[in-house]
């Protein structure tokens, strides 16, 4: 059985033997009484780097939206984002349940602009609720990976601070937008009162999402995790594998864009898609007549050793990350030409 090459996401990295030595050695506390040295280094590592006063470490990007949510609404309120962010689509419907919060797509999944979220706001009346929470998602996973440039960004958090509107940036990928862009990190936290990133997607730590803010508001989110039972004893382990990945797998994540390139261009010209220019590490492919279900594809693939994720939008997806090197992707280029471009009509059948 050849090795499985595994793209469905960047969720799906293991932690390098450096990245496991580093918890290994990580001095630790109870972090419920806010005692882990080494949760407290992560929280302060991701403050100062995205430029906000606190930040609080959580188990999950979930989590970190969830209370974000939580703690910027009132029961009533909608939430506008773009139609297919992760809160709207891969969250179960939490901020409904957890927080009386109704989502309101606006734009299209690689973002929205100024007059639509205007136009939001001027309808509030007649049964339109308030919109309590403009939110950003950077990068778009719905559409790609795809970066929202930090000027618009900075033009919606104008019109939604001029509003009196918080604003908060789900920034699982934000580090893919900040490598591909080179707009800096405390420039794109500065659109949002609330940064959620993540340890656990790019840069390969084996759990954990920090959310950046206003003291104040960490101190809420921080009280919410507990209340939740989010808050964990010795999450020093944890935190000292997202502290070694922030010192480590930062820089690197420019090879999985180049590599997303790569791939993206060496299946273009296949006749069951029409693959993306990918902008960062997330592959897309529209799939082209007579296909109809991405999942047809996927599980021929599968059969080969290569994961993919079918989308619901007649859509493959490949994810690049640091368990794919550049002889893993060549292994990845080969079979997906074997089973998509050779055996591909007596799949039609
Ligand atoms: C993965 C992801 C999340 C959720 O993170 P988990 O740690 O998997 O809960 C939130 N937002 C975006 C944009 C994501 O890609």
């Not at 992560?42 to 906000?52: D, I, N, P, S, W």
């Not at 995790?225 to 690197?252: D, F, K, N, P, T």
């Not at 079918?310 to 997906?336: M, S, T």
Request: with cysteine.
């Amino acid at each position: 059985m050849p090795r499985v090459l595994d793209l469905r996401s960047d969720t799906v990295t293991q932690p390098t033997p450096a990245m496991r030595d580093a918890m290994a050695r990580a001095e630790v506390g109870d972090d419920c009484y806010h005692d882990d040295p080494t949760v407290r280094r992560l929280e302060e590592r991701v403050a100062v780097l995205l430029g906000k006063p606190s930040a609080v470490f959580l188990p999950s990007g979930t989590m970190a939206n969830q209370l974000a949510v939580h703690v910027h609404c009132r029961p009533g309120e909608t939430l506008a984002c773009a139609p297919g962010a992760h809160v709207q689509v891969h969250e179960d419907a939490s901020a409904a349940r957890i927080s009386g919060v109704q989502i309101m797509p606006i734009g299209d999944p690689a973002g929205f602009g100024t007059g639509q979220l205007e136009a939001l706001v001027r309808e509030e009346s007649c049964g339109w609720p308030r919109v309590g929470l403009v939110w950003l998602e950077n990068t778009l996973g719905t559409a790609g990976g795809s970066i929202w440039p930090l000027p618009q960004l900075r033009a919606l958090a104008e019109l939604a601070r001029r509003h009196g509107r918080s604003i908060h940036l789900d920034g699982a990928r934000l580090w893919n937008a900040h490598i591909a862009s080179s707009a800096a990190l405390p420039d794109l936290a500065a659109c949002a009162d609330t940064v959620s990133v993540s340890l656990s997607k790019g840069l390969g730590a084996p759990a954990g999402s920090v959310l950046a803010g206003e003291t104040e508001t960490v101190v809420r989110v921080r009280a919410l995790r507990h209340a939740l039972g989010g808050s964990m004893r010795q999450a020093g382990i944890l935190a000292a594998a997202g502290l070694y990945a922030l010192e480590h797998h930062v820089e690197r994540l420019a090879e999985d864009h180049a590599r997303a390139r790569r791939l993206a261009h060496a299946i273009s010209d296949l006749a069951c898609w029409r693959a993306r220019t990918p902008e960062t590490n997330i592959v897309l492919c529209d799939l082209a007549p007579p296909w109809e279900a991405a999942e047809a594809l996927c599980r021929p693939l599968r059969d080969a050793g290569v994961l993919c994720y079918p989308n619901l939008y007649r859509e493959v997806r490949f994810v690049l990350h640091l368990g794919i090197d550049d002889e893993a992707l060549e292994e990845v280029v080969a079979r997906v030409r074997a089973v998509c471009g050779v055996a591909a009509p007596a799949l039609t059948s």
